[in-house]
């Protein structure tokens, strides 16, 4: 059964960190990008980075670039993403999601399995 379940999440102040994790189990990861994406209310869900089936990041949003950083550790079948210096506008569910075809992630198109989500605030 194909599954990513995210966690880590939380409330964190302006300039705080949170390294979110994707758990994935029923597929092998080096056959998909795994995405990271978020979605405040209101407002469509997004991309913000992406891994390819090599473990190579392949895209980082404009609005997290220098601040986020992807990483997959194979033998936990995990993918993190690790934030930092976070900002109001960080705040959403962030979802994980897998894809078949390599490349950037800007926008949900051609993913799916999604998990449930993680809730970060970013509040003082």
């Known amino acids: 059964q194909v599954q990513l379940v995210e966690s880590g999440g939380g409330l964190v102040q302006p300039g705080g960190s949170l390294s979110l994790s994707c758990a994935t189990s029923g597929f092998g990861l080096d056959y998909w990008t795994i995405g990271w994406f978020r979605q405040a209310p209101g407002k469509e869900r997004e991309g913000v980075s992406c891994i390819s089936k090599r473990g190579e990041p392949t895209y980082f949003a404009d609005s997290v670039k220098g601040r986020f950083t992807i990483s997959r550790d194979d033998s936990q079948k995990t993918i993190y993403l690790h934030t930092t210096n976070l900002r109001f506008g960080d705040s959403g569910t962030y979802y994980c999601?897998?894809?078949?075809?390599?490349?950037?992630?800007?926008?949900?198109?051609?993913?799916?399995?999604w998990g449930p989500g993680t809730q970060v605030t970013v509040s003082s």
């Open positions: 999601a897998r894809r078949f075809r390599d490349g950037p992630c800007p926008d949900t198109e051609g993913f799916g399995s």
